[in-house]
């Protein structure tokens, strides 16, 4: 049991942090797909990665141009690339709040069946005792944004399970409940996405092509004088006809000494 009300008193058998829409993220982040763990485990939930079973999944891949470029991420067949956060992020009954904050930017696609978006949830309910799961999808519209009033639940809440519902129709069937990630799933066929949004986590999977250094400009020393042989030999030249004067002013003077 997760609340009792007697009286018009409630008791809250739950904790119910107050609302944050917070982010421990700054700033937009590459995505490669060699960054998302292929399979859902408790130890590779927080950050991206697939959370339909490796025997169902479909692939995933960058897509990268001859030039280094990478357009995005290309998914192909059944798959859920979800991005789980720590529990000390999760936001605490306020999806109806930060929803418009959703977006995904698709570059092409090759007829992607139940292409949705997908917000995986704990929840209690009334009458249910402990925490339940379930993941919230609602359609994407063509300009990447959710459809309203197009929701689904992936397992029956209180014994109903919902389709093509209103998000407020859902929500009410908790009394109270956790975001604890976001995505984007496909039944079949594929999807390039680019870019997508929600609440402060700003992610992409494309990225430009990487500069290409330019060389530097090499200084130039000074110029060197060619060697033309006869520029090395004048210095001796000289050199030889000052010592022969010299000598032959000695030997006059030892000459005349003597005399």
């Known amino acids: 049991m997760s609340r009792f009300t007697a009286n018009g008193v409630t008791t809250h058998f739950y904790s119910e942090p107050g609302f944050d829409t917070s982010s421990s993220q700054d700033g937009k982040q590459f995505v490669h797909a060699d960054d998302i763990d292929p399979e859902e485990t408790d130890d590779t939930y927080v950050g991206w990665h697939q959370g339909v079973a490796p025997e ?77 799961f379930t993941t919230l999808r609602a359609t994407i519209g063509q300009d990447g944004s959710i459809v309203d009033d197009t929701w689904y639940t992936s397992s029956a809440v209180n014994g109903v399970s919902y389709a093509d ?36 986590y700003d992610t992409t999977f494309a990225q430009l092509a990487p500069e290409t250094p330019t060389e530097p400009e090499q200084q130039k020393g000074p110029e060197q004088i060619a060697n033309t042989g006869s520029g090395d030999l004048a210095p001796l030249a000289i050199s030889a006809a000052l010592a022969l004067m010299l000598a032959g002013g000695v030997a006059l003077a030892v000459r005349r000494a003597r005399a």
């Open 56 to 132: 169902e999944a479909g692939e995933f891949s960058s897509v990268k141009g001859e030039n280094g470029a990478i357009s995005g991420l290309l998914v192909n067949g059944r798959s859920q690339i979800l991005h789980g956060y720590a529990e000390e992020d999760y936001p605490v009954n306020s999806l109806d709040e930060i929803v418009d904050t959703f977006h995904i930017s698709t570059l092409s696609s090759a007829n992607p069946e139940g292409f949705t978006a997908q917000f995986p949830v704990f929840y209690y309910a009334d009458g249910v005792i402990g925490q339940q």
């Open 165 to 200: 519902a209103s998000l407020d129709e859902i929500l009410a069937a908790f009394s109270s409940y956790q975001v604890i990630g976001h995505g984007f799933y496909i039944q079949s066929g594929s999807v390039i996405v680019q870019d997508i949004v929600f609440n402060g």
